[in-house]
């Protein structure tokens, strides 16, 4: 007899930790591996071709499709029967979540709009690294409330909504309509499955690996097959119960998210993360791109997300997490600024340009860095004094 499993949330809050633990030592490896003797072989590495692909972009375009599959896993599990189930429940992370968007676009496109070339970075700084910022929060224990950390996953997840939507709109070209015609019909195959009442995995993951593949040559970025693939599990809703034991697409989240989250994420932030600050002066840190990019991460989203919030409790849309002060909610609202793992991905795609992707990388590490520093410096004072 199968025995019931915890909630995946539950089991994602606990894992996610761990795992951004991991990603953080994962990252910090490669700017030292970058900046050492090691450093020729570390970038000649990533680019020996493996097939049809190198090893760089088997890791990008292969690998992270799994983790996008457990996003739309994660995504559509809670809206069936998670923390994004009800409309009332979706209304302050989507409005958070929509404003820490834009804002940090905004933010961006002031500091490097005008520059030409650069404005198609927009996007970089517009999601949150949930495993990085789960993670820092793991660190205070305690002083962090559980609705606080309930509201920066939901936040993340609706953002990150936001940044698959923007990847297959903005960073898709050259569009080959047979190959789309492909991956329509495997999908089309997908939701027939789950209308006979299929529970078996392997169908589905077969069919999964036939829509990557079939994405992958439409020109639309493959990991979206991910995405797309996750939306088509099904799912059998147990609202305020552990998971179905008889729930293809728990049973497949709750097997996939330790190998995405201890090996597929830490290896991509181990390929991207590495950057030679050989050369690099203060004024290449502050050139558009790296200071746009920093800007929107550290400032914009701070910004966007904690005054959405404000306004929707000052104006009666929603109640702010329970057990929590402003000075909390601020801080975890700094944290969304860490944009680790979505903000390089994007980065990859808007810049092909090795020396621009080095910039934006060098962005991207300093803006998360400051949001991490800084949010955990506020969640630590704000959780002294709430205890005295």
């Known amino acids: 007899m199968m025995v019931p499993r915890p909630s995946a949330l539950r089991d994602f809050l606990r894992s996610e930790a761990a795992g951004g633990v991991i990603l953080m030592a994962a990252a910090a490896a490669a700017m030292i591996v970058a900046n050492s003797p090691l450093a020729d072989s570390y970038f000649h590495g990533l680019h020996v071709k493996i097939g049809p692909m190198p090893v760089l972009h088997w890791i990008n375009d292969g690998l992270m499709a799994l983790f996008f599959l457990l996003v739309g896993l994660e995504i559509k599990r809670e809206l069936i029967d998670g923390h994004l189930a009800s409309w009332a429940d979706r209304a302050l992370p989507a409005i958070a979540a929509a404003s820490g968007m834009a804002v940090p676009a905004l933010v961006f496109l ?18 949150t690294d949930i495993a990085f910022a789960i993670g820092v929060m793991a660190l205070l224990g305690p002083r962090v409330p559980t609705s606080l950390k309930l509201f920066l996953t939901t936040v993340a997840i609706v953002d990150d909504m936001g940044a698959v939507a923007i990847i297959a709109l903005a960073y898709s070209s050259g569009i080959n309509g047979l190959a789309l ?15 006979t009442g299929a529970k078996r995995l392997w169908p589905y993951l077969a069919l999964a690996f036939l829509l990557w593949l079939a994405v992958l040559l439409s020109g639309v970025h493959s990991t979206i097959a991910g995405v797309l693939a996750a939306s088509l599990i099904p799912a059998r809703a147990t609202p305020g119960a552990p998971d179905a034991v008889d729930s293809p697409l728990h049973r497949l989240e709750h097997g996939l998210h330790p190998y995405v989250a201890y090996g597929v994420i830490p290896l991509f932030g181990f390929a991207n993360a590495g950057v030679s600050f050989a050369g ?20 914009g989203k701070q910004a966007g997300v904690f005054s959405a919030l404000w306004l929707c409790v000052r104006a009666g849309l929603a109640s702010k997490p329970g057990g929590a002060s402003w000075a909390q909610i601020y801080g975890v609202c700094v944290l969304c600024g860490i944009g680790f793992t979505m903000s390089l991905f994007i980065g990859g795609l808007a810049f092909p340009d090795p020396r621009l992707m080095d910039e934006v990388k060098i962005g991207v590490l300093c803006g998360s860095a400051l949001s991490a520093l800084t949010g955990y410096a506020l969640l630590a004072m704000a959780g002294k004094r709430k205890r005295a």
Do not use: E, Q, Y
């Not at 015609?181 to 209308?195: K, P």
């Not at 558009?288 to 990019?293: A, E, T």
């Open 181 to 195: 015609l492909a991956a329509g019909i495997v999908m089309g195959i997908m939701f027939l499955l789950g209308r």
């Open 110 to 127: 002031i500091f490097a709009g005008s520059t030409p070339g650069l404005a198609r970075g927009w996007a970089i700084p517009a999601a």
């Open 280 to 299: 690099v002066g203060l004024n290449d840190m502050m050139a558009p791109l790296p200071l746009g990019v920093a800007a929107g991460l550290f400032l």
